[in-house]
């Protein structure tokens, strides 16, 4: 038998899946996946029948023997016990019930661990009680906020518009491990011939996606955009029909002329060969004779000035001739909701206050009245925000602390009461995509085990049993409000019986390069920041005791801090995380490599094993990202708090390290 459904998770692909559910007669002995089998859905036009290592993992991963349940409540000795729903739900409601006259004393945090109409349950509960929440981004916060600086909202070209680029630069974007699709639609651009140049300072699996290749000192995209602007604009090879649709060229003009080439290529570690190669490529000399697409990963916005990174790209994309056209474009992101009615939970009231995440744990110990209650849901904050520890001490100082989930994690671990809820192939959802124009039903194809429950039965439990209660919408009636909008042209009957629709976007974004300001322009940069925007090094050190920059990279097994293969649990290495640094690298001298070698930041020090490989800038280490607080494996034990120049988001790349013995 076989049912379609879709992948919730907190990644782009939003994959259409196909789960194969296995015949009465089939033996399950030694199956960890419960006989079931998922592959990706042949139909749909992004997923094309093929689906990650972490979706193909779904099945065995929700049979996990360290899955959670049933509810857990805290007891008198301190460890966690199970519970009913009814002793768990009727206590989180008493607690709310005696905070409901301060709701400045509540605090609710959801992440993206999951997302769609659905989930935003916890949203209309907690909004509706008029609750602290959250502001600013651990994510992709500073580029969203610089491509709303420049076109007025977030937007690209479609996806299957990259079909028709004549070649194609990508900006960090790593295509083996976190863009399986869209890897294969580079490859496939290859195999006709479109060239591709690949910019990041290394350690990416781009090698197979790859014809040319610019390696920069880490945070220097910036300058080597506008190198090639400059270069553009020195040639007055920027037309008019294009200048004029911008605001500020004149004065951005003066700006980057005032720079000497040479000022920018040695801020970015880039040579003038580097400089010629993508010039070529984004004045359409490197392929065919036609337009170049631009592919931006979201790393290159998560430093001090990683807005300005996207803003410079977005303005070399668009002078050079490539914004607005049918083959050409800036793919950064859009928001996976952008195409739904997902505004019943905002609509039910407006925060008390808000606490900015890259400063969560500051926030939180300065909070005045303190945070008595914290909700979490589809969110890992102590493992995933900056300065991980300093979180973990400031959610266990909280009165009390409810989180739902389906595994102990690093949050979960301190909270008052665990809620089990429902994982993919489990949860019914509408969503979409942050990169297509795709919307997904997600049906329920298997069954919750125990006592789980869906995240919306959880919500709608507790407002439920307040001593006044919230009346929630019936589930049927979210779902369908989702579906209108002015996007889309499809019915829940018609939705749940195909599994997905696209919504009606236009193909090419910013066409005839009339931009979403009220003025219509495009809104160039104002200044270029040639500083590394604020120390990182604090309590007197220099930046010399710490001259290697950490990048937490996306891991292939992990999805952020959730592990996709269940043969890799967190707790199954108790071997020292691996990190990668070039063959040059200068720390490599002074390294013992027959005694234990340590990562070390201002913040927190862990031991690791050092492996090397060719093509990393030599001042920089990486190290995978998702390991966890409780097995010592989380590279946010060393990274300090601190904020982009845009968009509230968090500046992760921006930690100096050092290796020692």
């Given at each position: 038998?076989?049912?379609?459904?879709?992948?919730?998770?907190?990644?782009?692909?939003?994959?259409?899946?196909?789960?194969?559910?296995?015949?009465?007669?089939?033996s399950l002995?030694?199956?960890?996946?419960?006989?079931?089998?998922?592959?990706?859905?042949?139909?749909?036009?992004?997923?094309?029948?093929?689906?990650?290592?972490?979706?193909?993992?779904?099945?065995?991963?929700r049979?996990?023997?360290?899955?959670?349940?049933?509810?857990?409540?805290?007891?008198?000795?301190?460890?966690?016990?199970?519970?009913?729903?009814?002793?768990?739900?009727?206590?989180?409601?008493?607690?709310l019930?005696?905070?409901?006259?301060?709701?400045?004393?509540?605090?609710?945090?959801?992440?993206?661990?999951?997302?769609?109409?659905?989930?935003?349950?916890?949203?209309?509960l907690?909004?509706?009680?008029?609750?602290?929440?959250?502001?600013?981004?651990?994510?992709?916060?500073?580029?969203?906020?610089a491509?709303?600086?420049?076109?007025?909202?977030?937007?690209?070209?479609?996806?299957?518009?990259?079909?028709?680029a004549?070649?194609?630069?990508?900006?960090?974007?790593?295509?083996?491990?976190?863009?399986?699709?869209?890897?294969?639609?580079?490859?496939?651009?290859?195999?006709?011939?479109?060239?591709?140049l690949?910019?990041?300072?290394?350690?990416?699996?781009?090698?197979?996606?790859?014809?040319a290749?610019?390696?920069?000192?880490?945070?220097?995209?910036?300058?080597?955009?506008?190198?090639?602007?400059?270069?553009?604009?020195?040639?007055?090879?920027?037309?008019?029909?294009?200048?004029?649709?911008?605001r500020?060229?004149?004065?951005?003009?003066?700006?980057?002329?005032?720079?000497?080439?040479?000022?920018?290529?040695?801020?970015?570690?880039?040579?003038?060969?580097?400089?010629?190669?993508?010039?070529?490529?984004?004045?359409?000399?490197?392929?065919?004779?036609?337009?170049?697409?631009?592919?931006?990963?979201?790393?290159?916005?998560?430093?001090?000035?990683?807005?300005?990174?996207?803003?410079f790209?977005?303005?070399?994309?668009?002078?050079?001739?490539?914004?607005?056209?049918?083959?050409?474009?800036?793919?950064?992101?859009?928001?996976?909701?952008?195409?739904?009615?997902?505004?019943w939970?905002?609509?039910?009231?407006?925060?008390?206050?808000?606490?900015?995440?890259?400063?969560?744990?500051?926030e939180?110990?300065?909070?005045?009245?303190?945070?008595?209650?914290?909700?979490?849901?589809?969110?890992?904050?102590?493992?995933?925000?900056?300065?991980?520890?300093?979180?973990?001490?400031?959610?266990?100082?909280?009165?009390?602390?409810?989180?739902?989930?389906?595994?102990?994690?690093?949050?979960?671990?301190?909270?008052?009461?665990?809620?089990?809820?429902?994982?993919?192939?489990?949860?019914?959802?509408?969503?979409?995509?942050?990169?297509?124009?795709?919307?997904?039903?997600?049906?329920?194809?298997?069954?919750?085990?125990?006592?789980?429950?869906?995240?919306f039965?959880?919500?709608?439990?507790?407002?439920?049993?307040?001593?006044?209660?919230?009346?929630?919408?019936?589930?049927?009636?979210?779902?369908?409000?989702?579906?209108?909008?002015?996007?889309?042209e499809?019915?829940?009957?018609e939705?749940?019986?195909?599994?997905?629709?696209?919504a009606?976007?236009?193909?090419?974004a910013?066409?005839g390069?009339?931009?979403?300001?009220?003025?219509?322009?495009?809104?160039?940069?104002?200044?270029?920041?040639?500083?590394?925007?604020?120390?990182?090094?604090?309590?007197?050190?220099?930046?010399?005791?710490?001259?290697?920059?950490?990048?937490?990279l996306?891991?292939?097994?992990?999805?952020?801090?959730?592990?996709?293969?269940?043969?890799?649990?967190?707790?199954?290495?108790?071997?020292?995380?691996?990190?990668?640094?070039?063959?040059?690298c200068?720390?490599?001298?002074?390294?013992?490599?027959?005694?234990?070698?340590?990562?070390?930041?201002?913040?927190?020090?862990?031991?690791?094993?050092?492996?090397?490989r060719?093509?990393?800038?030599?001042?920089?280490?990486?190290?995978?990202?998702?390991?966890?607080?409780?097995?010592?494996?989380?590279?946010?034990?060393?990274?300090?708090?601190?904020?982009?120049?845009m968009?509230?988001?968090?500046?992760?790349?921006?930690?100096?390290?050092?290796?020692?013995?």
């Amino acid at each position: 038998m076989q049912r379609l459904s879709a992948c919730s998770l907190d990644c782009h692909g939003a994959c259409s899946l196909v789960v194969h559910l296995p015949d009465e007669e089939t033996s399950l002995h030694d199956d960890t996946a419960g006989g079931v089998r998922v592959s990706g859905n042949p139909d749909h036009p992004f997923t094309r029948g093929v689906v990650c290592v972490k979706g193909r993992g779904l099945a065995a991963r929700r049979l996990s023997p360290d899955r959670i349940t049933t509810p857990l409540v805290r007891g008198g000795d301190g460890a966690l016990h199970p519970a009913t729903w009814d002793e768990a739900l009727a206590l989180c409601a008493a607690r709310l019930d005696a905070l409901r006259h301060t709701p400045e004393s509540i605090l609710h945090l959801r992440g993206f661990g999951y997302r769609g109409a659905l989930a935003e349950a916890s949203n209309y509960l907690f909004n509706s009680l008029g609750a602290a929440s959250k502001r600013g981004s651990l994510c992709d916060g500073a580029g969203d906020a610089a491509c709303e600086a420049d076109f007025g909202a977030p937007d690209h070209n479609d996806s299957d518009d990259l079909a028709n680029a004549a070649a194609i630069v990508n900006w960090g974007k790593d295509l083996a491990r976190s863009s399986l699709h869209l890897g294969l639609m580079v490859r496939d651009a290859r195999k006709r011939g479109v060239p591709v140049l690949t910019i990041s300072p290394g350690g990416d699996d781009n090698d197979a996606f790859t014809d040319a290749r610019i390696r920069i000192r880490p945070g220097g995209d910036r300058f080597l955009a506008a190198a090639a602007i400059r270069r553009l604009l020195a040639d007055d090879a920027v037309p008019r029909a294009i200048s004029e649709r911008t605001r500020g060229f004149a004065e951005f003009r003066a700006m980057l002329l005032a720079m000497s080439e040479s000022e920018l290529l040695a801020a970015c570690d880039a040579t003038p060969a580097d400089l010629d190669t993508l010039c070529r490529w984004m004045c359409r000399e490197a392929g065919a004779d036609g337009p170049t697409a631009s592919l931006l990963g979201w790393g290159l916005q998560r430093y001090l000035r990683g807005g300005e990174s996207v803003r410079f790209i977005n303005a070399l994309v668009m002078l050079s001739g490539n914004m607005g056209v049918s083959g050409g474009g800036a793919y950064y992101g859009i928001s996976s909701g952008r195409s739904l009615d997902l505004s019943w939970g905002k609509k039910a009231g407006t925060p008390a206050r808000t606490f900015l995440l890259s400063h969560l744990a500051q926030e939180l110990a300065q909070a005045d009245p303190p945070v008595r209650f914290l909700w979490v849901d589809a969110f890992n904050p102590v493992n995933q925000s900056p300065d991980a520890p300093a979180l973990a001490r400031a959610v266990e100082a909280i009165d009390f602390t409810v989180v739902v989930e389906a595994f102990l994690t690093d949050t979960a671990r301190r909270a008052d009461v665990v809620l089990p809820c429902a994982l993919v192939l489990e949860r019914e959802e509408i969503f979409g995509s942050a990169f297509h124009n795709y919307i997904a039903y997600a049906a329920p194809a298997c069954p919750m085990p125990g006592d789980v429950r869906h995240d919306f039965d959880i919500a709608r439990g507790v407002a439920e049993r307040l001593a006044r209660p919230i009346s929630f919408p019936d589930r049927e009636d979210v779902l369908r409000q989702a579906l209108r909008s002015p996007w889309l042209e499809v019915s829940l009957e018609e939705l749940k019986a195909t599994g997905w629709t696209k919504a009606r976007r236009a193909a090419v974004a910013w066409e005839g390069l009339r931009f979403a300001h009220a003025d219509g322009l495009y809104h160039l940069p104002e200044a270029l920041h040639m500083d590394g925007a604020a120390a990182t090094t604090p309590h007197g050190a220099s930046a010399s005791d710490y001259p290697l920059h950490l990048l937490t990279l996306l891991a292939p097994d992990y999805v952020n801090s959730q592990v996709g293969l269940p043969d890799r649990q967190p707790g199954g290495n108790t071997e020292p995380v691996t990190v990668q640094v070039a063959p040059e690298c200068p720390a490599l001298a002074t390294l013992d490599m027959d005694r234990p070698v340590f990562i070390v930041s201002p913040h927190g020090r862990m031991p690791v094993q050092v492996q090397t490989r060719p093509g990393i800038h030599p001042r920089t280490v990486i190290m995978p990202r998702g390991g966890w607080l409780a097995h010592g494996r989380s590279p946010n034990a060393l990274i300090a708090p601190l904020a982009t120049d845009m968009g509230d988001s968090t500046a992760y790349y921006d930690q100096r390290v050092r290796l020692e013995n």
